[in-house]
């Protein structure tokens, strides 16, 4: 099916959102039972970690790891924010950058301002937007970043999304005393895929949409480590205790060109491949054999591949070896785990 979808419904009992492109799964966002990514406590100051510059608190759900802290004491309040995935075992990633995110408007507290997404082009609507967010923003201390989506919505929806974020914002920010508690849970996959997949597409909420919509049939392609990518190329994705290993074939082909057109292949669906299974840290790419004159061409493909993805990915560069390396967010509980 061509166009874009966007199907909400629960799988094995957790809420979760698909969005389809062209009938191939593109996003996926599963509700994995950790703490959300977004969910702020006030959390309070337990013990330093010497040598990493960091401190564990306390929050109600368990131990939090903040890193780079500075002028904090055993004993302190705070405000932190869930950064990332917690693995199993180890402390809640947080930050004492708090923010509050949602479709049309990102509000940060202590960093006034107000800027418009750089996607928005258009002179005369990025005049306009300023236009509305001034005439909602009261507080010298909230700023506001307006973001893509406000291209094409209407002004009073803008104007209503930052009034209804700077009051969660002034809520929150209200209980900064007080024993650990959670202020505010991070979006779940329905109101995410709301909040990010902003672009045009059908809407899917009746129950069972995953099944008559192929949903099923994609996820358990993506629960296996093949990715076929045409003409017989492939790569295999394989999440190991330490790394994701993945793994490119050139298949049939055995032209002097076929290890460049499937390295630039695997270059332009590596991010789908990795969103839709939630795998993220240390990856390291074993490419097939390509003249060293195409490896800035790939190394472009690839970040402009990664700059249309939401998680944040670091291209780290080759190694001695011929590999080349990432380094990505854990933003999500890996497929494998989530429906084992």
């Known amino acids: ?15 979760a959102a698909a969005l389809m492109v062209d009938g191939q799964l593109d996003d996926l966002l599963i509700d994995s039972g950790a703490p959300r990514v ?21 929050t109600p759900d368990g131990a939090a790891f903040l890193r780079q802290v500075k002028g904090l004491a055993p004993g302190d309040v705070l405000l932190v924010q ?15 950058k708090v923010l509050f995110k949602s479709r049309y408007a990102i509000v940060t507290p202590g960093a006034p301002g107000v800027n418009v997404s750089r996607s928005i082009r258009d002179d005369d609507r990025r005049d306009a937007l300023l236009g509305v967010a001034h005439e909602v923003v009261e507080s010298p201390d909230s700023g506001i970043i307006l973001r893509s989506a406000c291209a094409e919505a209407d002004d009073a929806d803008v104007a209503e999304d930052i ?44 129950a069972g949409s995953f099944e008559t919509h192929g949903v099923l049939d994609a996820l358990e392609e993506a629960r296996g480590a093949l990715v076929p990518l045409g003409g017989g190329v492939n790569m295999f994705v394989e999440p190991t205790r330490a790394l994701v290993a993945v793994d490119v074939n050139t298949g049939r082909d055995t032209s002097p060109a076929a290890g ?11 991010p789908r491949a990795l969103r839709v299974r939630g795998l993220g840290g240390q990856i390291v790419l074993d490419l097939a054999p390509m003249p060293k004159k195409d490896r800035r061409g790939f190394e472009s493909t690839l970040r402009a591949a990664f700059k249309r993805d939401s998680i944040d990915t670091t291209l780290v560069g080759w190694t001695p070896l011929g590999h080349f390396e990432l380094q990505r967010k854990n933003a999500r509980a890996p497929l494998a785990e989530v429906l084992s």
């Not at 977004?38 to 306390?58: C, W």
């Not at 869930?82 to 004492?96: C, D, F, H, M, R």
């Open 1 to 15: 099916m061509k166009g874009r979808q966007i199907i909400l419904d629960h799988i094995e009992g957790r809420e």
């Open 38 to 58: 977004g969910t702020i406590y006030r959390a309070v100051a337990d013990r330093p970690v010497k040598g990493q510059g960091g401190m564990f608190l306390q």
């Open 82 to 96: 869930v950064t990332g995935l917690s693995e199993p075992g180890k402390a809640i990633p947080v930050t004492q």
């Open 163 to 206: 009034a209804e974020t700077l009051d969660l914002a002034a809520q929150v920010l209200a209980q900064a005393e007080g024993p650990a508690a959670k202020l505010s849970d991070g979006d779940g996959p329905h109101i995410a895929a709301w909040r990010d997949w902003s672009e045009p597409a059908d809407v899917v909420t009746s």
């Open 260 to 270: 460049t057109k499937a390295n630039f292949a695997v270059a332009k669906a590596l």
